[in-house]
């Protein structure tokens, strides 16, 4: 996400951060690399214009130049009128007074208002609440059996109903269904157009009224570029827009049209969408995404999605065998697979802090695939006693795990290096005095 953006953005501050008294020519100078960056990212060039001016006044009203941390200085100030532009704080959903609360889907053709329905259903249901999904989208015939479809992994109730029927209607059959269940939310997937036509307007405008929604989400496709505000303004002047979910963040989108629709039309983005699979939502944060984009990371996603992938009674029997040193190749692998699960190698990695830039210089295959692959491989071709007793790997038994691998003897001797490092690496963290360090460390971000 941002790829391109938080790269350069990385070298301008990561410059300017290093420096301590600062010219007014310095800051010039660096936010004129900044706005133009902006503006490659299909940044709205009012929204440019007007972040660079903010952080510009900012930094000279504080009179800061002059300071040891001048640099510093003007990175937080940027920092924070970036947070501003997405937003400033984190909307949440808005529920009604009355159960369930109905959220309205809506959006453009393959937007990814489907997907989002479905997302949104899982989101809520791990949360601990009921949700039930409606199948609005009338059209489409094979719309239905989509929703049905990806909804399974949600194990929520899709409502449907077969025959010709008005939209407003399912929906409000799918509102008495969500009831029935003790839904605490209804989610209802509408029909698409390809561009805002006045049969969907219509459309529209009745579901809204037969449904009383507490929360209206537009789904936009980040990749639209500067079309995306347009089309918000449109659906908000018609239908009242509540909140914005961005899809397709996961590309390396020129998704800066999407981060300025906020700050030209005034919804908030609730949501962004990064990926297919029905894991990929996150809540937007405008401020740990403004971290992200200035490569400072994004420790606090990371930290909950490790939560949410780890049950309770894993976390505490790896706690305890950190704490007895008796962490082995099996738990390694375990491990993994569980990290696997929490996402992309890449993704995970754009959330720590400085790993921005570092990540240029590796390739995203080897992070993602064949070295994980090659690791699983090794590790299944050692027996059940080697992996809880690695120390017992021997040359031999090296070669033997090399060939039943397909790699080399050195891979295997590089793995049980890492493992080893890893191993003393936790039990460090299991201390005390290892915690205290690693706080210390988080806390100088
Ligand atoms: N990479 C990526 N793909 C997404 C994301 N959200 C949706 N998609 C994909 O975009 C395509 C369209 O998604 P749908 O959910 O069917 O879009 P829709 O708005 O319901 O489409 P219509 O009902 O035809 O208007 C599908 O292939 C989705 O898998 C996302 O966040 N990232
Ligand atoms: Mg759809």
């Known amino acids: ?30 936010l004129r690399e900044v706005r133009l960056a902006l503006l490659d990212a299909d940044v709205h060039f009012k929204v440019a214009r007007s972040f660079t001016k903010s952080v510009k006044e900012k930094v000279m009203e504080g009179d800061i130049l002059t300071s040891l941390t001048a ?3 003007v990175v937080k100030a940027a920092k924070d009128e970036l947070v501003g532009i997405l937003g400033g704080r984190t909307a949440t959903l808005l529920e009604g007074t009355r159960k369930p609360s109905v959220i ?44 049905v479809t990806l909804s399974k992994d949600t194990g929520c109730d899709v409502f449907h109903m077969s025959g010709n029927k008005q939209a407003s209607e399912v929906v409000g059959g799918g509102i008495d269904k969500g009831r029935s269940l003790g839904a605490a939310w209804t989610i209802v997937d509408t029909a698409g157009r390809s561009q805002i036509d006045e049969d969907l307007m219509l459309e529209l405008e009745e579901i809204k009224k037969a449904s009383e929604p507490d929360e209206v989400l537009l789904v936009v496709d980040a990749m639209t570029g500067q079309e995306s505000v347009n089309v918000a303004r449109e659906f908000h002047e018609r239908i009242g827009v509540t909140g914005l979910v961005l899809t397709k963040m996961d590309g390396d989108a ?44 994004d420790v606090l996603t990371l930290v909950e999605k490790a939560q949410v992938t780890f049950d309770q009674q894993q976390t505490y029997e790896l706690e305890k065998k950190m704490r007895q040193d008796t962490f082995d190749l099996e738990d390694f692998l375990d491990q993994m697979q569980a990290i696997k699960k929490m996402g992309s190698m890449s993704q995970i990695l754009e959330m720590i802090p400085g790993f921005s830039s570092v990540r240029n210089k590796m390739d995203a295959d080897d992070l993602d695939g064949a070295h994980l692959v090659k690791t699983e491989a090794i ?44 191993r003393k690496m936790m039990k460090d963290m299991s201390s005390t005095r290892g915690q205290q360090k690693l706080l210390k460390m988080m806390s100088q971000r």
């Open 1 to 30: 996400m941002f790829e391109t953006l938080t790269n350069k953005l990385t070298v301008v501050f990561g410059r300017l951060g290093n420096k301590g008294r600062l010219t007014e020519k310095d800051v010039d100078e660096a």
């Open 71 to 73: 640099g510093q200085q």
């Open 104 to 147: 309205l889907i809506v959006g453009l053709n393959g937007s990814g208002k489907t997907t989002t329905a479905v997302k949104l259903a899982y989101h809520l249901k791990n949360e601990g609440q009921v949700t039930n999904l409606v199948a609005a989208d009338v059209h489409r015939p094979a719309a239905i059996d989509q929703l």
């Open 254 to 297: 020129r998704g800066g049209a999407a981060l300025s629709i906020t700050s030209v039309t005034g919804i908030p983005v609730k949501f962004i969408g990064i990926g297919e699979r029905v894991e990929g939502l996150e809540l937007f944060h405008p401020d740990r995404l403004a971290s992200r984009i200035l490569g400072m990371g």
């Open 379 to 422: 590790i299944q071709s050692m027996t059940l006693k080697e992996r809880q007793r690695p120390e017992l790997i021997s040359g031999s038994r090296r070669r033997r795990i090399a060939k039943g691998s397909g790699t080399m003897p050195q891979d295997v001797n590089q793995l049980l290096n890492q493992f080893k490092q890893i």
